[in-house]
Every structure is written in C-alpha cells, then in structure tokens.
Nanobody, 125 residues
Framework: QVQLVESGGGLVQTGGSLRLSCAAS????????IGWFRQAPGKEREFVAG????????NYTDSVEGRFTISRDNAKNTVYLQMNSLKPEDTAVYYC??????????????????WGQGTQVTVSS
C-alpha cells in the first residue's frame, strides 16, 4: 500500500510558477507509475501528467504540454510537478495518484489505486 501527500499549492498570478510535490510512504514507491490529476469547481477530474516507474517516460495532456514538467526522485519517494506560465484555467485542486503498472502510463483516474488528499492551485488573472 502507498500513502500519498501533496504539497506546494498556493495562489499565483498569471504567468507565474509553482512546484507541486507528491511524497509517498512505503518501500515500493519505485514500483508505481505516478499521475497528476486536477479538478476544477463544477468540472470533471482530468489527467495532467504521468511518469513511469524509473522516470524515463512521461506524458502530458495537451493543455499543459511545454509548460508543466513531471519528474521523480525515487530515493526520496517523491514526484514533482513543475508548473510554469500558469493560466487562470489551471486553477484546480491537484491530486497525485499511484498505480501498479509496468509499461502503461494510464491517463484515466480509474486506473490508479492510491490517491492523495489534493492541494489547491489558484491562478489569478
């Protein structure tokens, strides 16, 4: 089992940057694919970015490609989401999730087994 805790959210102006962290417990962190999702008020949860177990492969939703970067440090049991050039439409609660996949980088929430509590990101215009 994996427990996930997100941090790093906050209020930032349009064009600003934030780095989210997802800290995991457990000795098998490197066995899990990690995904970042977000949910804005009144909207469905959406996939943002994912990273493979060793960090060699990543994928992003089109709206954040080139602005967000996902990375991981397995020695620290932590995944990061660097968010640059933030826009008001990036405002949402951001969640990290873990899934025991070997080769796949899932983009739907149902394919992940463990979730954090979320961290709020607000981008002011």
């Amino acid at each position: 089992q994996v427990q996930l805790v997100e941090s790093g959210g906050g209020l930032v102006q349009t064009g600003g940057s934030l780095r989210l962290s997802c800290a995991a417990s457990g000795r098998t962190f490197s066995s899990y694919v990690i995904g970042w999702f977000r949910q804005a008020p009144g909207k469905e949860r959406e996939f943002v970015a994912g990273i493979s177990r060793n960090g060699a492969r990543t994928n992003y939703t089109d709206s954040v490609e080139g602005r967000f970067t996902i990375s991981r440090d397995n020695a620290k049991n932590t995944v990061y989401l660097q968010m640059n050039s933030l826009k008001p439409e990036d405002t949402a609660v951001y969640y990290c999730a873990a899934g025991a996949w070997k080769l796949t980088l899932p983009t739907t929430g149902g394919q992940y087994s463990y979730w954090g509590q979320g961290t709020q990101v607000t981008v002011s215009s």
